[in-house]
């Protein structure tokens, strides 16, 4: 069965400094994973998507992603973070077999940004 | 810009009220899902739906039923609600891309 790991609830970093956000999935063929992000109040944002091809993907507000199979990760970078960047982020695994499947989410990381 | 429009950001139910939470998406999307989000627990899939008419149970479908009578509508019914259905529900389409579209959540207080 699909299912999706996101080790760490919450993490506080300091503005200006990088990030990097783990994921983890299970699914027995090649996935389509994305990372969404939601602000407070609001409905969720997709950030970045790794469908094949090139393993690093890049995504909106500066984000980058890293598709590792032989670790079945998929972690969220940013090399230097900004205040707005505060939000809870999700992981996500699709099925690659058919556009009808269903979008599996982790349990998110809440980031908060210090100062 | 895809639009998916959850009818309602707040609602507050009485336990035992029958509610209907209803979700429009204006891309003629055939797939479309209700999520449920709570605390630590993430997004967990309600019910899905891939064309009218037609669903599909997802994780946690006990205690709710959907209703996808036009391609564009897809509801999610709560028969009689209770607390423990105090929840952000969030309603998403998609169609051919693996990606899908989230509407702005409903936050659904009972009590």
């Known amino acids: 069965a699909q299912s999706v790991t996101q080790p760490d609830i919450h993490i506080t970093v300091s503005e200006g400094a990088s990030l990097e956000l783990r994921c983890n999935y299970s699914?027995?063929?090649?996935?389509?994973l994305f990372w969404y992000v939601q602000s407070p109040g609001q409905g969720l944002q997709l950030l970045l998507k790794?469908?094949?091809?090139?393993?690093l993907v890049q995504g909106i507000k500066g984000f980058e992603a890293e598709f590792k199979r032989s670790q079945s990760s998929f972690n969220l970078r940013k090399p230097s973070v900004h205040w707005s960047d505060a939000a809870e982020y999700f992981c996500?695994?699709?099925?690659?077999?058919?556009?009808?499947?269903?979008?599996?989410f982790g349990s998110g990381t809440r980031l908060s940004i210090r100062p | 810009d895809v639009k998916v429009t959850q009818s309602s950001r707040y609602l507050v139910k009485r336990t035992g009220e029958k509610v209907f939470l209803e979700c429009v998406q204006d891309?003629?999307?055939?797939?479309m899902f209700w999520y449920r989000q709570d605390p630590g627990l993430g997004l967990r899939l309600i019910y899905f739906?891939?064309?009218?008419?037609?669903?599909e149970k997802g994780d946690i479908p006990e205690g709710y039923s959907v209703s996808r009578e036009k391609k564009e509508r897809f509801s999610l019914i709560l028969e009689s609600a209770s607390t423990n259905q105090t929840s952000m529900y969030l309603c998403?389409?998609?169609?051919?891309?693996?990606?899908?579209?989230f509407g702005q959540g409903t936050r659904l207080t009972v009590v």
């Open positions: 998403a389409s998609k169609r051919g891309r693996p990606e899908a579209f």
């Open positions: 699914y027995g063929a090649t996935p389509y």
């Open positions: 790794y469908f094949s091809g090139d393993t």
């Open positions: 996500a695994v699709g099925s690659s077999y058919s556009s009808a499947s269903k979008i599996i």
């Open positions: 891309m003629d999307h055939e797939n």
């Open positions: 739906s891939y064309d009218v008419k037609m669903k």
